[in-house]
């Protein structure tokens, strides 16, 4: 699968999804240093790939309104890694069948909204 991680997702995300055999981009290795955050998601999607982010605005947006894979990280920035390892699964399985959805991965479980 492929992640296309938001600016302020911590890097050990992303090495925890490489760990897994994952594709996984920061936004500045994608060449989206400066992008707002719907581009990052219209780029992930041309790529179907997962936005993951920690943001509370851009999360609780995704939630109201998805747009593409969304995964958000909601929970201290230092359990990001370890937090989604240990729903990855769960975060990923419905991306095979829905096109539109956000995950809202939590230390309390999982939510979905798409």
């Known amino acids: 699968m492929r992640f ?3 600016h302020d997702v911590d890097a050990a995300v992303g090495l925890m999804l490489r760990r897994h055999g994952h594709d996984a981009w920061t936004a500045g290795e994608a060449g989206l240093g400066r992008a707002r955050d719907d ?3 219209v780029w992930a999607a041309a790529r179907q790939a997962a936005v993951v ?5 851009f999360g609780q947006r995704r939630m109201r309104h998805p747009m593409g894979w969304h995964i958000w990280l909601s ?5 990001a890694a370890s937090l989604l390892e240990e ?3 769960q975060a990923t399985a419905p991306q095979k069948t829905h096109t539109d959805m956000t995950v809202r991965v939590s230390p309390g479980g999982l939510s979905r909204s798409g």
Do not use: C, R
Request: proline fraction near 5%; avoid cysteine.
């Open 75 to 79: 929970g201290p920035d230092w359990e």
């Open 4 to 6: 296309l991680l938001d």
């Open 39 to 41: 581009e990052l998601t």
């Open 87 to 89: 729903h990855l699964d």
């Open 53 to 57: 982010s920690t943001g509370e605005e």
